[in-house]
């Protein structure tokens, strides 16, 4: 293949400006995923669709003695906040100084916009391949809705439109919102010897907190970092009766939700107590539904068959060692993983942009991505032999 003036490349550009275009704030992708699903109507897959939860969906017919790959990205996006800090329109789509800008490039537009075009590619290059699917999903955002409610029964592997500028990823930490709340007895600030304050046992519990051992997995450590804090009082006269803590818990492999409510709680005085947040959530077709605030970890073998036909033909192909490494994220592998089905990642969006305001995906990297999905989808193929 030429790696220079990839014959989809100003097509995938054109195409990522456009969708950066169109706002998709997590429960509103609806006119999104409209376009997309014309748009793949007009390129080479044999089946289109918008399933129940409100996925886009392609599917492209293939030899069904080899693995049924799925390809998926996410179109919902996080806000894009003060626009003055940006330097390009987060709306605009701009493409500028080799990079196409705006909020959701790198998480994940840019992907999108390249594995939209996998029907052309596979056609062009001739690769022999089983069942794909090219899926983009809702509401990952907000804790992966779109990924848990798709129809995972096919799939024997997926390739996940993360950032990895180009590299993969095989694992990350997974992640729980917590709310720790204490009890106490509400008094004027000016007779505090009649209050219970719960501030001092909050203050008590976090310099436990501080010096907990955590968990760790293969290098890897578990964090636990308190963010926000809140009381049942607005006056600051009155001391309050209530005192709640949100903490973002990162957890490793093999440490469950179960577990951390356990260390947490043993921290606790009696009127302490440990919960998951949750909250309540609208698809843009309308569904209702409650989503924790919780992603599971996930890890995939460097010894796994996948990873290693991917990593040895992307290392041929590209003539450069592939980084074979963890995200530092949370993302929806685990909606996967639960079902048995491994996960990789790769994508030419890069992590350092995502959820920034030089939020931005580089078109060498989506040409290079361009040329490497054939590569892995032969891979994959070759590895059943």
């Known amino acids: 293949m030429n790696r220079h003036g990839h014959r989809w490349l100003n097509d995938c550009v054109n195409l990522c400006q456009e969708i950066i275009q169109i706002p998709s704030l997590s429960g509103q ?48 996006h996080v806000s894009p906040g003060n626009e003055e800090d940006w330097d390009y329109p987060p709306y605009s ?19 999108i916009a390249t594995q939209v075009y996998i029907p052309q ?35 024997d592997l997926v390739i996940l439109g993360e950032p990895t500028s180009n590299n993969l990823r095989i694992g990350h930490r997974g992640r729980v919102e917590l709310l720790v709340s204490i009890e ?22 976090l310099g436990r907190l ?46 469950t939700t179960g577990e951390i409510k356990k260390i947490i709680g043993g ?19 309308g569904t209702n539904f409650i989503q924790k605030r919780e992603r599971k970890p996930y890890v995939l073998p460097e010894s796994d068959v996948f990873v290693s ?3 040895n033909g992307l290392t041929n192909h590209l003539e450069r060692e592939v980084d074979v490494n963890w995200w530092d994220f949370a ?24 959820h920034t305001s030089e939020d931005r995906v580089s078109i060498d990297l989506m040409e290079v991505s361009l040329e490497c999905y054939p590569v892995i989808i032969d891979a994959v193929s070759e590895s059943t032999d």
């Open 267 to 285: 921290m606790l005085p009696e009127k302490g107590k440990v919960e998951v947040n949750q909250e309540e959530l609208q698809s843009y077709k």
């Open 29 to 76: 992708e609806k006119e999104l995923a409209n376009f997309l699903q014309n748009k793949m109507l007009e390129l080479d897959y044999d089946e289109v669709w918008i399933d129940e939860p409100g996925n886009v969906v392609g599917k492209i017919s293939g030899d069904s003695s080899l693995p049924t790959i799925g390809f998926t990205a996410h179109m919902d």
């Open 121 to 155: 590619l596979i056609r062009d290059s001739g690769v022999e391949h089983g069942d794909i699917y090219v899926f983009f999903v809702v509401l990952e955002e907000k804790g992966g809705y779109g990924s848990r409610e798709f129809d995972k029964s096919p799939l």
């Open 331 to 354: 993302t929806d592998a685990g909606c996967f993983a639960s079902h048995e089905i491994p996960v990789v990642g790769f994508s030419p969006c890069e992590e350092k942009f995502a």
């Open 210 to 255: 501080e010096n907990l051992s955590m968990n760790k997995y293969n290098g890897r450590e578990s964090s636990a970092a308190p963010t926000l804090y809140r009381t049942d009082q607005e006056s600051s006269n009155v001391i309050p009766s209530k005192a709640v803590l949100t903490m973002d818990w990162r957890n490793v492999p093999g440490e």
């Open 93 to 111: 789509g701009t493409r500028a100084k080799g990079y196409v800008h705006g909020r959701g490039a790198s998480d994940t537009k840019g992907a």
């Open 309 to 311: 036909a991917i990593e």
């Open 184 to 205: 106490g007895k509400s008094a004027h600030a000016s007779v505090p010897s009649k209050a219970d304050n719960p501030h001092y046992s909050m203050a008590r519990f």
